[in-house]
């Protein structure tokens, strides 16, 4: 009955190669958003999608593209692969920013994807 | 945009010290201060958050205090347990995008 899950859990691949990592919640949330987790543990926002439509895009390569086909889905395909690519890769998500009386949440995270590219 | 800065970036304890961890911003327009708690290997999981309309929060033996005239604010972990031991991370939001700190690794000696 997991909340926000992620597959795969490990992928391994070579340089030059393009890779998709998909992410499902069911919690109704209406935000999803795609972080990377270097090898230093920091955690940096690439991407936030709230109801399917982008809000949040980092300063990203364009070889990283999401896709939200539905609020409750929010993929991440990678074209090109580096070797500066490997890293944990989460998909999380929140309810709305705004609720009644400008009410955050935090985040609900998946799992994580480990990313090596060799 | 924020800018979380956060230590210290390792700390260890022995079984039963209080552990403390503290974090600035630098947005004033932040008003949302969670604190997640991350195993080796696992996700970040929230364990705590305050709002800005609040000083301080208490969960049993973790509690975060907030100064919002300063832009800091601290975890503190009293009694520490091995169990204990894992990343923390502090994180700042005004509205959107979580700005998260570089990390705490907490170790406690049993």
């Known amino acids: 009955d997991t909340a926000v899950s992620q597959t795969p859990k490990y992928l391994v691949t070579q340089m030059g190669n393009d890779k998709s990592i998909k992410c499902e919640q069911n919690?109704?949330?209406?935000?999803m958003y795609w972080y990377k987790q270097d090898s230093k543990k920091f955690l940096k926002i690439m991407f936030s999608?709230?109801?399917?439509?982008?809000?949040i895009n980092e300063t990203v390569p364009n070889r990283f593209s999401p896709k939200s086909p539905d609020k409750a889905h929010l993929n991440l395909h990678i074209n090109s692969l580096e070797l500066g690519d490997s890293a944990v890769y989460f998909c999380?998500?929140?309810?709305?920013?705004?609720?009644?009386?400008?009410?955050?949440?935090?985040?609900?995270f998946g799992s994580g994807t480990r990313l090596t590219v060799v | 945009g924020e800018n979380v800065e956060q230590h210290p970036s390792t700390l260890s304890v022995q079984e039963g010290d209080s552990a403390v961890i503290k974090c600035t911003y630098s947005d004033s327009a932040s008003n949302y201060f969670p604190w997640y708690k991350q195993e080796l290997g696992k996700r970040p999981q929230l364990i705590i958050d305050?709002?800005?309309?609040?000083g301080e929060k208490k969960d049993q033996r973790i509690a975060v205090t907030l100064n919002k005239t300063a832009k800091h604010f601290s975890l503190h972990i009293t009694e520490t347990q091995p169990e204990d031991s894992a990343v923390y991370f502090c994180?700042?939001?005004?509205?959107?995008?979580?700005?998260f700190g570089q990390g705490t690794i907490l170790t406690v000696h049993p």
């Open positions: 305050i709002r800005s309309n609040v």
């Open positions: 999380a998500s929140s309810p709305p920013y705004f609720q009644g009386a400008r009410v955050y949440y935090g985040y609900t």
């Open positions: 999608y709230n109801n399917k439509e982008l809000i």
């Open positions: 994180a700042a939001s005004g509205g959107g995008k979580l700005t």
């Open positions: 919690l109704g949330h209406d935000t």
